[in-house]
């Protein structure tokens, strides 16, 4: 089976949704049925794209997704508000629509192991972001806003871009904790002689 039936739209009290290791391609629009849902994990099957319908899952604080085939995620993902928790590891990604930057709760987005060139310019708005993981990527660059990203304490950007520059703007994160880089990456001196116990830069 490639897909869920449709009939999945009449469970409207579910809260949990586990799914993982299946075979599917495609997702029903009547997923967008299931607003009491809270947590929906399709990860490790072959979802390619997702139904403009999952915007309508706004009370899900977890989602996960790796492992899959995504090449594109629908503008309406940006109104689940309430996601605190994103796996999009393992994809195919090559863009992320700006809408994303519209989840003000969420704190760990997973990103590795895709094709992304580019960050949304807004992703500062991000606020309540605690840990970032865009390595193993081709970017390019990176936002200057990815500075205004108060509360992360984890940075992975290694392997994410061979001619990658990180943004002087990171240096005023008071918060970051942890930045992993490799040996290619251009790291911005503040970064080098930033002297406070709780931040490491570790070389993968």
Same mark, same amino acid.
Do not use: W
């Given at each position: 089976?490639?897909?869920?039936?449709?009939?999945?739209?009449?469970?409207?009290?579910?809260?949990?949704?586990?799914?993982?290791?299946?075979?599917?391609?495609?997702?029903?629009?009547?997923?967008?049925? $299931?607003?009491? @849902?809270?947590? &929906?994990? %399709?990860?490790? =099957?072959?979802?390619?794209? !997702? +139904?403009? /319908?999952? #915007?309508? *899952?706004?009370?899900?604080?977890?989602?996960?997704?790796?492992?899959?085939?995504?090449?594109?995620?629908?503008?309406?993902?940006?109104?689940?508000?309430?996601?605190?928790?994103?796996?999009?590891?393992?994809?195919?990604?090559?863009?992320?629509?700006?809408?994303?930057?519209? $989840?003000?709760? @969420?704190?760990? &987005?997973? %990103?590795?192991? =895709?094709?992304?060139?580019? !960050? +949304?310019? /807004?992703? #500062?708005? *991000?606020?309540?972001?605690?840990?970032?993981?865009?390595?193993?990527?081709?970017?390019?660059?990176?936002?200057?806003?990815?500075?205004?990203?108060?509360?992360?304490?984890?940075?992975?950007?290694?392997?994410?871009?061979?001619?990658?520059?990180?943004?002087?703007?990171?240096?005023?994160?008071?918060?970051?904790? &942890?930045?992993?880089?490799?040996?290619?990456?251009?790291?911005?001196?503040?970064?080098?002689?930033?002297?406070?116990?709780?931040?490491?830069?570790?070389?993968?």
């Amino acid at each position: 089976m490639d897909s869920l039936p449709e009939e999945i739209g009449i469970y409207s009290e579910l809260r949990v949704l586990r799914l993982f290791r299946n075979r599917f391609v495609t997702l029903p629009e009547e997923i967008g049925n $299931l607003k009491k @849902l809270e947590i &929906l994990v %399709l990860s490790s =099957n072959n979802l390619e794209k !997702l +139904p403009a /319908s999952i #915007g309508n *899952l706004i009370n899900v604080n977890e989602l996960s997704l790796q492992y899959n085939n995504l090449r594109s995620l629908p503008a309406e993902i940006g109104k689940m508000k309430n996601i605190e928790l994103l796996r999009l590891n393992n994809n195919e990604l090559d863009s992320l629509p700006d809408e994303i930057c519209e $989840l003000e709760n @969420l704190k760990y &987005l997973y %990103l590795g192991r =895709n094709n992304l060139r580019k !960050l +949304p310019d /807004s992703i #500062g708005k *991000l606020k309540n972001l605690r840990i970032l993981d865009i390595g193993l990527n081709h970017l390019t660059e990176l936002p200057e806003s990815i500075g205004e990203l108060e509360n992360l304490t984890e940075l992975h950007v290694n392997s994410s871009g061979p001619l990658l520059d990180l943004p002087e703007s990171l240096c005023y994160l008071r918060s970051l904790e &942890l930045v992993y880089v490799d040996p290619v990456i251009r790291v911005p001196n503040c970064m080098l002689t930033r002297r406070t116990g709780r931040f490491s830069l570790i070389v993968k």
